[in-house]
């Protein structure tokens, strides 16, 4: 069996060649994975798993404002968490979270990911909630509610008061909001 590397990065530090392998690895991972995701995972610090030269896991997290309790919450958004799927349950995904919910702990009022249905229960054994409450989203037009990602949000409090049955409301960008 070929050792394993954890690489932590910024997107700054990372070459166009570890970029296009992230992109890659993401595309071949999601079915429905599109450009705009992947620059939505850009910006922030990056986990990956190297198997040798070949990357087989990346996540990452990204500064996003969400808005609860009438508060702008500074959030650490976790995007693109991905293992290749013959290197699945053998621990990667959560040796790439441990350094990315530590940044989340050191550096924002939250921790907040969309999860797909066979993801909750991993996140929720990490110590990720999920939030029972509606979603919106910040649109050019106002407040939109998001209701197909009702049940799908999930948050790791850090030091904001969370009300997981209140309303939670990103900010826009393109692609998918949430």
Same mark, same amino acid.
């Given at each position: 069996?070929?050792?394993?590397?954890?690489?932590?990065?910024?997107?700054? &530090?990372?070459?166009?060649?570890?970029?296009?392998?992230?992109?890659?690895?993401?595309?071949? !991972?999601? &079915?429905?994975?599109?450009?705009?995701?992947? &620059?939505? #995972?850009?910006?922030?610090?990056?986990?990956?798993?190297?198997?040798?030269?070949?990357?087989?896991?990346?996540?990452?997290?990204?500064?996003?404002?969400?808005?609860?309790?009438?508060?702008?919450?500074?959030?650490?958004?976790?995007?693109?968490?991905? !293992?290749?799927?013959?290197?699945?349950?053998?621990?990667?995904?959560?040796?790439?979270?441990?350094?990315?919910?530590?940044?989340?702990?050191?550096?924002?009022?939250? %921790?907040?990911? %969309?999860?797909?249905?066979?993801? %909750?229960?991993?996140?929720?054994?990490?110590?990720?909630?999920?939030?029972?409450?509606?979603?919106? #989203?910040?649109?050019?037009?106002?407040?939109?509610?998001?209701?197909?990602?009702? %049940?799908?949000?999930?948050?790791?409090?850090?030091?904001?008061?969370?009300?997981?049955?209140?309303?939670?409301?990103?900010?826009?960008?393109?692609?998918?909001?949430?």
């Amino acid at each position: 069996m070929t050792e394993t590397e954890l690489q932590i990065a910024h997107t700054a &530090d990372l070459d166009a060649a570890v970029l296009s392998a992230g992109r890659a690895l993401l595309y071949d !991972v999601f &079915d429905d994975m599109t450009d705009q995701d992947w &620059d939505n #995972a850009l910006g922030g610090v990056h986990a990956l798993v190297w198997e040798g030269s070949e990357l087989i896991g990346h996540a990452s997290v990204i500064q996003r404002r969400l808005v609860h309790g009438g508060r702008s919450l500074r959030a650490g958004y976790v995007e693109g968490v991905g !293992v290749r799927a013959d290197r699945r349950g053998r621990g990667h995904g959560a040796a790439m979270m441990r350094p990315l919910e530590q940044v989340i702990r050191r550096a924002y009022d939250l %921790g907040a990911l %969309g999860a797909a249905d066979e993801a %909750g229960d991993f996140y929720a054994a990490r110590g990720w909630q999920l939030w029972q409450g509606p979603t919106s #989203a910040l649109s050019p037009t106002g407040t939109v509610r998001t209701p197909d990602e009702d %049940g799908c949000i999930y948050v790791l409090p850090v030091t904001a008061p969370l009300d997981l049955t209140g309303e939670l409301t990103c900010g826009w960008r393109d692609g998918d909001a949430w």
